[in-house]
Nanobody
Framework: QVHLVESGGGLVQPGGSLRLSCIASGSIRNTNTMAWYRQAPGKQRELVAEVTRGGATTYAASVTGRFTISGNNAKDTVYMQMRSLKLEDTAVYYC??????????WGQGTQVPVSS
């Protein structure tokens, strides 16, 4: 069974930057999409950014221009560079990979508290 492991979260001040990483424990192959979601306290999990196998990207309106997702299908890794972080970006961030043979695979989440 393949697992996803996120890293890079942590306390950051408003206006700061972080880079999240998500690495698979084994070979996934035939990924359709790689994505980052987040869940803030008391709120539903929401899609933050997604990248397709072909490289097309989608962003939530709230992070467009501040976050950048990048994926490497060959290495089964996905990253998200976050800049100009705001208080409202505080959440647990999850990576998700959708693959032909596995369906949806979720990571365990990494916390990103934005606070002064």
């Amino acid at each position: 069974q393949v697992h996803l492991v996120e890293s890079g979260g942590g306390l950051v001040q408003p206006g700061g930057s972080l880079r999240l990483s998500c690495i698979a424990s084994g070979s996934i192959r035939n990924t359709n999409t790689m994505a980052w979601y987040r869940q803030a306290p008391g709120k539903q999990r929401e899609l933050v950014a997604e990248v397709t196998r072909g490289g097309a990207t989608t962003y939530a309106a709230s992070v467009t221009g501040r976050f950048t997702i990048s994926g490497n299908n060959a290495k089964d890794t996905v990253y998200m560079q976050m800049r100009s972080l705001k208080l409202e970006d505080t959440a647990v961030y999850y990576c998700k990979v959708n693959a032909v043979w596995y369906g949806d695979i979720w990571g365990q989440g990494t916390q990103v508290p934005v606070s002064s």
